[in-house]
């Protein structure tokens, strides 16, 4: 028997002023989704934006449904709206950011178990890394390397 440990690094930035040009504006295009959020039920706005290979970027936000399993987070709609759009472009970064309307979170969400998969599916099918950066109600900024770091032993293609 073998016990293997695995664990991951990330990157805390005090503030936005702290990320180059192309990561602040992608965060900017990220927190101006917010307020296009569909979420009369929750309250909780996702706004995401994704910055692909040949420097475009796509955005989403989240969208609810009065039936709420058709709940749509924001980060894949940003996915789903650059592979529509540019199927061949790989991304290359996603920021995503949150807002809470009924109380002020401050720590960074991550994507939830869907999302990591879904975002982990485009990344092996560019076979290129993708960036996340994550923001909540504050100034306070996380960088994941990759999305292994957040689905350690992902379910993918390779089994099928
Ligand atoms: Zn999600």
Redesign the pocket.
């Known amino acids: 028997m073998e016990v293997v440990k695995q664990g991951f690094e990330y990157k805390v930035y005090q503030d936005a002023q702290e990320l180059s040009l192309e990561d602040r504006t992608l965060m900017d295009s990220a927190v101006e989704q917010l307020p296009k959020a569909y979420a009369p039920y929750s309250g909780f706005h996702v706004g995401a934006a994704v910055r692909l290979a040949d420097d475009s970027i796509f955005v989403g936000s989240n969208q609810e449904n009065a039936s709420y399993p058709l709940c749509m ?4 709609v940003a996915l789903y709206n650059a592979a529509a759009n540019k199927p061949d472009v790989a991304p290359i970064t996603l920021a995503i950011t949150i807002k809470n309307q009924k109380l002020k979170i401050t720590t960074p969400a991550s ?6 998969q879904v975002i982990a599916e485009y990344a092996q099918r560019h076979n290129q890394p993708i960036r996340i950066l994550l923001k909540a109600d504050s100034d306070e900024i996380f960088e994941i390397n990759s999305i292994e770091d957040l689905l350690p032993l992902g379910f993918n293609a390779s089994f099928l």
């Open positions: 987070c924001g980060e894949r994507p939830c178990g869907a999302c990591r």
